[in-house]
């Protein structure tokens, strides 16, 4: 079942990938949103709106946005047109925060210490690196010792810490509210990093740069 192909202590860096994404999607959302103002069919409206301006069609999302004076202020149905599929590899203590979001799918690989862990910031400048990194090669030893007879209870032993590869596929609705509220100044900041890097893939490579504004409670500051 498992390939140990990292030492423990060789951490992956965390990643997120956006892996499958649709280039008309602002389109279709656009096309979306006007269909209940509308008699025509929605392939009459989607050509309507592939000969907008780029100027139009963002008036109109943020026409139909509004003012949203704080993040629980969402957008109706039109957004739920089109999505995002993301490959993540971040710690498991992230991961579980994030697979709470029901709205979506989410589907993860066994957790192992194969892909390493990383030391916080945090517990360097307290002085107690050696205990902390003591604490991780524990949960690892043991679940090596676990893994032939118990190959899959044997990641009870896994630390949180400890790095996993897991994918999420959601609309752009839930986009907006996992990236505003996994990015909120409370986050952790290894769900924080996840969230802002999947609004900076919406925005920069699928190239849905007004559904990408229109997610403005996305917070990139950083926090003591």
Same mark, same amino acid.
């Given at each position: 079942i498992f390939s140990n192909e990292y030492s423990m202590r060789q951490s992956e860096p965390t990643s997120v990938?956006?892996?499958d994404f649709d280039p008309d999607g602002e389109n279709k959302v656009v096309a979306a949103i006007l269909y209940s103002?509308?008699?025509k069919s929605e392939n009459e409206l989607l050509k309507d709106v592939e000969k907008m301006s780029v100027e139009d069609k963002t008036e109109i999302l943020?026409?139909?946005?509004?003012?949203r004076s704080n993040r629980r202020h969402k957008p109706g149905r039109a957004f739920e047109r089109t999505s995002y599929r993301f490959d993540i590899l971040?710690?498991?203590?992230?991961?579980?925060? *994030? %697979?709470?979001h029901r709205m979506l799918t989410i589907e993860w690989q066994q957790l192992t210490p194969f892909h390493g862990y990383d030391v916080p910031e945090s517990i360097i400048e307290a002085g107690v690196?050696?205990?902390f990194e003591d604490i991780l090669s524990t949960s690892s030893n043991l679940f090596s010792a676990l893994?032939?007879?118990?190959?899959?209870?044997?990641?009870?032993?896994?630390? *949180? %810490?400890?790095k996993l590869r897991y994918v999420m596929q959601m609309n752009v609705r839930e986009a907006m509210h996992l990236t505003e509220l996994r990015s909120a100044p409370a986050g952790h900041p290894a769900y924080r990093e996840v969230a802002q890097n999947m609004h900076t893939l919406i925005r920069d490579v699928a190239g849905h740069k007004a559904l990408a504004a229109a997610m403005k409670y996305v917070d990139y500051e950083v926090y003591e």
């Open positions: 990938q956006l892996t103002h509308s008699h943020q026409a139909y946005v509004g003012e971040s710690d498991y203590g992230a991961f579980r925060d *994030l %697979q709470r690196a050696t205990q893994s032939e007879r118990f190959p899959v209870g044997a990641s009870y032993a896994v630390s *949180l %810490q400890f």
